[in-house]
Nanobody
Framework: QVQLVESGGGLVQPGGSLRLSCAAS????????MRWFRQAPGKQRELVAHITSGGSTNYADSVKGRFTISRDNAKNTVYLQMNSLKPEDTAVYYC??????????????WGQGTQVTVSS
């Protein structure tokens, strides 16, 4: 089994910053891609950013230039640095990771989500 645990959400004023973390643990041989998604009330879940094992990144247009995704492969952890936050960034943020478990089985797991609220 694989577990993903997010942390770092909270309430922040517009223009502020937050840093989310997501640590993967369990029977992990290797992690391929790590992603951050978000889901606002009444909206579909959307991909915010992803990072490959080699460090290649991609971002949604709505967060380019404000958010930065990074990962620490030794710790099986992905981060999302969020700057210049806007009220429209308010959502539950979820991390997702896929890869290979010991024994060769492929995995694709989600974290439980962490709430980010941007409001004055």
């Amino acid at each position: 089994q694989v577990q993903l645990v997010e942390s770092g959400g909270g309430l922040v004023q517009p223009g502020g910053s937050l840093r989310l973390s997501c640590a993967a643990s369990g029977s992990i041989f290797s992690i391929n891609v790590m992603r951050w998604f978000r889901q606002a009330p009444g909206k579909q879940r959307e991909l915010v950013a992803h990072i490959t094992s080699g460090g290649s990144t991609n971002y949604a247009d709505s967060v380019k230039g404000r958010f930065t995704i990074s990962r620490d492969n030794a710790k099986n952890t992905v981060y999302l640095q969020m700057n210049s936050l806007k009220p429209e960034d308010t959502a539950v943020y979820y991390c997702n990771a896929d890869g290979v478990m010991y024994g060769g089985r492929w995995f694709d797991y989600w974290g439980q989500g962490t709430q980010v609220t941007v409001s004055s």
